[in-house]
């Protein structure tokens, strides 16, 4: 399984979600960096499930333990190896998805690929759960970032039909980003998190699921940061969110938007500001030809529906190839975006730190 990304941060993400443990191993983080797991056990809390009525009831405390890497707390220039252990799994709720997999989860394409030896507890190594060890890597790289000036920030754009303000493409004010952060449930407008709660207890109550769309946005990235084609920034971000699982759909800027706007329109007028070269506009979403722009860089990610709802679906029996029932049994968010967040933020960390890193080590 290619579990691991990056050039210059090399990132590895190992476990399944029912093994006794999951982490990541981080090599190539700059030595002489601390480390706040204060800060960091705060950011992984966001995540991690079993908060409220409207994620899955399984409770992990989601505590990481530094195996290495870490001198006094602070970057030694080895690999930083760390675990998150597994407390709270039932296994027995999965016996039967070897067999009759799960409409639109992984259980049918692991099963063809692995010849049945994969895990199926819990989704095994597929699960939403390994997002957690993302979010130990991309914490720390949020840290490192913060203190050079770039500050990530994400928030629940939509879920199902309920909508929040998007973000201002020219950026927000620091205290807005940090005020999100700090939510319960990361929406700019009170308003808009309640109507999306109820959208997903409406869901739970039918036994049923609702995605929605997350909106990131990085400001303070300088100019020049990424390379064109297959390294451009856009390629890299929307590999790394794509490996979240569930993630649909990724747009930069204006996104799709764009495609029923003129040139005219969509194209952002360079200007000077206090000696600076900006932009007046930012359809480009703070990103050209692959490479940073210094206008803050904003991004969707959009989220399907959670595939394991409480709702009998059709499905087939792999051993005899008969149509059957299926009733899944598990614990399942119904909605998983409000969690996704700061997964979100953990994967734009990784990328942009690592990128940051290729463009002028020495500076960094």
């Known amino acids: 399984m290619a579990s691991y990304f990056g050039k210059h941060i090399h990132i590895s993400v190992f476990g399944q979600s029912h093994a006794p443990a999951i982490g990541v191993t981080v090599d190539g983080l700059p030595a002489g960096e601390r480390?706040?797991?204060?800060?960091?056990?705060?950011?992984?809390r966001r995540r991690a499930p079993g908060r409220d009525a409207t994620s899955t009831p399984r409770?992990?405390?989601?505590?990481?333990?530094?195996?290495?890497?870490?001198?006094?707390?602070?970057t030694c220039g080895a690999p930083l190896a760390a675990v998150i252990e597994?407390?709270?799994?039932?296994?027995?709720?999965?016996?039967?998805?070897?067999?009759?997999?799960?409409?639109?989860?992984?259980?049918?394409?692991?099963?063809?690929?692995?010849?049945?030896?994969?895990?199926?507890?819990?989704?095994?190594?597929?699960?939403?759960?390994?997002t957690a060890p993302v979010c130990i890597a991309g914490g720390i790289a949020l840290q490192l970032l913060e203190r050079r000036g770039v500050h990530i920030a994400a928030h629940i754009r939509s879920i199902a039909q309920a909508e929040d303000r998007p973000f201002q493409p020219l950026g927000e004010p620091l205290e807005v980003l940090e005020g999100v952060k700090r939510s319960p449930f990361p929406v700019l407008e009170e308003r808009a998190g309640e109507a999306m709660r109820s959208a997903i207890l409406q869901a739970k109550a039918d036994g049923d699921s609702v995605g929605g769309v997350v909106e990131c946005i990085a400001q303070g990235v300088p100019v020049g940061v990424g390379?064109?084609?297959?390294?451009?920034?856009?390629?890299?971000?929307?590999?790394?969110?794509?490996?979240?699982?569930?993630?649909?759909?990724?747009?930069?800027?204006?996104?799709?938007?764009?495609?029923?706007?003129?040139?005219?329109?969509?194209?952002?007028p360079f200007a000077v500001e206090d000696g600076a070269v900006r932009t007046q506009t930012n359809h480009a979403g703070g990103i050209l030809g692959g490479i940073s722009d210094g206008m803050p860089i904003l991004f969707r990610a959009a989220f399907k529906p959670t595939p394991s709802i409480a709702q009998e679906q059709r499905t087939v029996r792999l051993s005899t190839r008969t149509q059957e029932a299926l009733q899944i049994h598990g614990r399942h968010d119904?909605?998983?975006?409000?969690?996704?967040?700061?997964?979100?933020?953990?994967?734009?960390?990784?990328?942009?730190?690592?990128?940051?890193?290729?463009?002028?080590?020495?500076?960094?």
Not at 35 to 44: K, R
Not at 59 to 71: A, S
């Open 35 to 44: 480390v706040d797991l204060e800060a960091l056990q705060t950011f992984l």
């Open 59 to 74: 409770k992990e405390g989601d505590v990481p333990k530094i195996l290495c890497g870490l001198v006094d707390g602070v």
């Open 86 to 130: 597994n407390t709270n799994t039932r296994s027995k709720d999965y016996d039967e998805l070897r067999d009759k997999p799960r409409p639109a989860h992984a259980d049918f394409t692991a099963q063809v690929k692995y010849g049945g030896h994969q895990d199926v507890r819990g989704g095994g190594h597929f699960s939403g759960r390994l």
């Open 227 to 268: 390379s064109p084609m297959f390294q451009g920034l856009e390629s890299q971000l929307a590999a790394a969110l794509f490996a979240i699982p569930a993630v649909k759909g990724v747009e930069f800027g204006s996104g799709f938007e764009a495609a029923h706007m003129r040139g005219s329109e969509h194209n952002d």
């Open 334 to 364: 119904p909605c998983i975006v409000p969690r996704a967040v700061p997964v979100v933020e953990a994967a734009a960390a990784l990328v942009l730190l690592d990128a940051m890193l290729d463009r002028n080590t020495d500076r960094f």
